[in-house]
């Protein structure tokens, strides 16, 4: 069946740009995604990707698709501590939507 | 607009047990969907509606059952409580591309 996978932590400083990786099996899939969890909270929404395009850009976050590796990735530029959180990656129509196991993302001064 | 909501928050249960979690949304949403987060697994699929009247199975619905009787609530059920799911309980609801969650349900069975 589909999977997702990703690295479970990433350390950065504050300033620094992260990048957090994402792998799939799905080639058929439309969309691509990027969920954000607070500590308590539920997901959020971060951005999404059609799967027709290489490149997404959102103020301080860029997404690259590369379909050939199936590989996802999402970067985050000047990150604050405000983006200590875990991020998930997913694939796969809204309604039947494969999450990867998320990467914890810790930001330090 | 409260979005999604969940009830309750939290939730301890003995073995053989039996409780239902609500989920309710104010979006108007066609879709809903009931998930299980673990530690190192992500988000699993328990059991999803794609309208009013209507649920379908996810990824792991044994031991789950659910009812959407009302376009705006979907209640998920455990009929007999088991150790194994011990879990933080996500609700969603979508529209086009997005999925919307409530704050969640931790629930742990002893």
């Known amino acids: 069946g589909e999977d997702v996978e990703q690295s479970l932590f990433l350390s950065v400083r504050e300033g620094d740009s992260s990048v957090i990786n994402c792998t799939y099996t799905?080639?058929?899939?439309?969309?691509l995604y990027w969920y954000k969890q607070e500590p308590g909270a539920g997901l959020q929404l971060l951005t999404y990707?059609?799967?027709?395009?290489d490149m997404k850009q959102d103020q301080r976050l860029t997404v690259l698709l590369n379909k050939k590796d199936k590989h996802l990735s999402l970067r985050i530029a000047d990150t604050q501590t405000g983006d200590s959180a875990i991020y998930f990656c997913a694939e796969g129509p809204t309604d039947k939507l494969i999450f990867g196991t998320g990467t914890r993302l810790q930001v330090f001064p | 607009n409260a979005g999604v909501t969940q009830t309750p928050k939290f939730r301890v249960l003995k073995t053989g047990q039996s409780m239902t979690l609500l989920c309710a949304q104010d979006m108007n949403h066609e879709y809903m969907y009931w998930y299980r987060q673990d530690p190192g697994m992500g988000l699993r699929l328990i059991h999803y509606?794609?309208?009013?009247?209507?649920?379908a199975k996810g990824e792991v619905p044994d031991g789950y059952n659910v009812s959407r009787l009302k376009k705006q609530n979907f209640l998920l059920g455990l009929e007999s409580a088991a150790p194994s799911q011990t879990s933080v309980y996500f609700c969603?609801?979508?529209?086009?591309?997005?999925?919307?969650f409530g704050p969640g349900t931790r629930l742990t069975v002893t």
């Open positions: 509606s794609v309208g009013e009247g209507t649920t």
């Open positions: 990707i059609f799967s027709n395009m």
């Open positions: 799905d080639s058929s899939s439309t969309y």
């Open positions: 969603a609801s979508s529209r086009q591309y997005e999925q919307y």
